[in-house]
């Protein structure tokens, strides 16, 4: 299957440098991440199109028979663009409907209100990388907090590794020795790198330390990866959005996203 979605290329070369198998079917890649079954969007299906309504419960049992360790069901749509009558379906059978703005810049200026009290730089020692879990689980309270501790230490450990490789680098801000806004920036092939979740510690937003932050990350990626387009994904109803485009980013796609967090359960 020849991916047409800049976000899906760029999400599944960084995903097989983590160590992710994708297994190619034709009409669907099944991507798997062994290391990592709690992963949501490191198990899924990806389709080359929306099903047909009559073939979504194969479609269904096919992704249960696929990843029968997992308790979730991630299924995500290839192409630039989105169709939700199309999606439809899928969405009628429990799975909820995220559509992503696909951002994209060849070159960054500072936000305006850019912060100068942090310092800006890679994560570099054991105790970085321990506050990079701690801060995510900070930025993410409303998940099962031990389930979530275990995917993040794995990821935490994956991201390093990659960044030991030479792939890219997980960059913070910090006050005062404490980290408060993190994110990733890897080489995605093609001339591309992709950010990855960026986040900022909830007691210290609104005071440009996401803006500078990416900022900060694209003058660095820009000049030391040998790549001319940077990529970030968002939802494209959230404040993020506003901070990559004041950094300098523009919406090029769209990313399709199917999800049911627990497939053991239906939707009420
Ligand atoms: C999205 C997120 C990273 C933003 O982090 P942040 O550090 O608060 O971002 P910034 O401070 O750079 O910008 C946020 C807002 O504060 C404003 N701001 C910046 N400096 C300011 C200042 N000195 N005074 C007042 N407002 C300021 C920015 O202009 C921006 O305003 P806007 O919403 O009107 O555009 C943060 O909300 C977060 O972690 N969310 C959860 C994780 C997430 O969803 N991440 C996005 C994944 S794509």
Redesign the pocket.
């Given at each position: 299957m020849d991916v047409q979605s800049i976000a899906y290329r760029t999400d599944l070369a960084l995903l097989e440098l983590g160590g992710s198998v994708v297994e190619d079917r034709g009409d669907r890649l099944v991507v798997r991440t062994p290391h990592n079954p709690t992963f949501h969007w490191g198990n899924f299906l990806l389709l080359d199109r929306p099903p047909a309504a009559a073939d979504v419960p194969v479609l269904l049992a096919d992704v249960d028979a696929t990843f029968p360790d997992s308790t979730h069901r991630a299924i995500g749509v290839d192409g630039p663009t989105s169709d939700p009558d199309a999606l439809a379906p899928l969405v009628a059978a429990g799975l909820s409907l995220d559509v992503a703005a696909v951002m994209t810049a060849r070159a960054t200026q500072a936000?305006?209100?850019?912060?100068a009290d942090a310092t800006y730089r890679p994560l570099a020692s054991d105790e970085d990388w321990q506050q990079r879990v701690a801060l995510a689980a900070r930025?993410?309270e409303d998940h099962p907090a031990d389930e979530y501790l275990a995917f993040m230490s794995s990821k935490a450990r994956t991201d390093r590794a990659l960044t030991q490789a030479g792939h890219g680098a997980w960059w913070g801000?910090f006050v005062d020795g404490r980290l408060?806004?993190s994110?990733g920036l890897f080489r995605a092939g093609e001339g591309s790198a992709r950010?990855q979740?960026?986040?900022?510690?909830?007691a210290?937003?609104?005071?440009?330390?996401?803006?500078?932050?990416?900022h900060e990350t694209s003058r660095w990626g820009l000049a030391e990866l040998d790549v001319e387009t940077l990529v970030?994904?968002?939802?494209p109803d959230?404040?993020?959005?506003?901070?990559?485009r004041?950094v300098g980013f523009a919406e090029t796609e769209r990313q399709t996203q199917l999800h049911q967090p627990d497939r053991r359960v239906s939707r009420p």
């Amino acid at each position: 299957m020849d991916v047409q979605s800049i976000a899906y290329r760029t999400d599944l070369a960084l995903l097989e440098l983590g160590g992710s198998v994708v297994e190619d079917r034709g009409d669907r890649l099944v991507v798997r991440t062994p290391h990592n079954p709690t992963f949501h969007w490191g198990n899924f299906l990806l389709l080359d199109r929306p099903p047909a309504a009559a073939d979504v419960p194969v479609l269904l049992a096919d992704v249960d028979a696929t990843f029968p360790d997992s308790t979730h069901r991630a299924i995500g749509v290839d192409g630039p663009t989105s169709d939700p009558d199309a999606l439809a379906p899928l969405v009628a059978a429990g799975l909820s409907l995220d559509v992503a703005a696909v951002m994209t810049a060849r070159a960054t200026q500072a936000p305006p209100r850019p912060n100068a009290d942090a310092t800006y730089r890679p994560l570099a020692s054991d105790e970085d990388w321990q506050q990079r879990v701690a801060l995510a689980a900070r930025c993410n309270e409303d998940h099962p907090a031990d389930e979530y501790l275990a995917f993040m230490s794995s990821k935490a450990r994956t991201d390093r590794a990659l960044t030991q490789a030479g792939h890219g680098a997980w960059w913070g801000a910090f006050v005062d020795g404490r980290l408060v806004s993190s994110l990733g920036l890897f080489r995605a092939g093609e001339g591309s790198a992709r950010f990855q979740s960026v986040e900022t510690d909830p007691a210290f937003r609104g005071r440009g330390l996401a803006g500078t932050l990416v900022h900060e990350t694209s003058r660095w990626g820009l000049a030391e990866l040998d790549v001319e387009t940077l990529v970030m994904v968002a939802d494209p109803d959230y404040v993020a959005i506003r901070i990559y485009r004041s950094v300098g980013f523009a919406e090029t796609e769209r990313q399709t996203q199917l999800h049911q967090p627990d497939r053991r359960v239906s939707r009420p």
